[in-house]
């Protein structure tokens, strides 16, 4: 079984950091990104204040002004 965390409270529990957290949900947002790329082409995302569309050829679409 493969250890999930290193840090452990002092009762034996493991538990998980909030930088561990963040961490992998970013590395999983990455690669869900590469495969959506991959598959749809483009990925919609949000850029200043914007929603946008970015294309695979490095193409940026603009889809919507988020208000503020």
Do not use: C, H, N
């Not at 034996?12 to 970013?26: C, P």
């Not at 495969?35 to 940026?60: E, L, N, P």
Request: proline share 1%.
């Amino acid at each position: 079984m493969k250890k999930k965390s290193a840090y452990t409270t002092r009762d034996g529990f493991a538990y998980l950091t909030k930088r561990t957290v963040v961490k992998k949900a970013q590395t999983a947002g990455r690669i869900a990104a590469q495969k959506a790329m991959a598959t749809m082409g483009f990925v919609v995302t949000t850029s200043r204040g914007w929603v946008v569309k970015k294309y695979a050829d490095g193409v940026i679409e603009r889809i919507a002004k988020i208000p503020e």
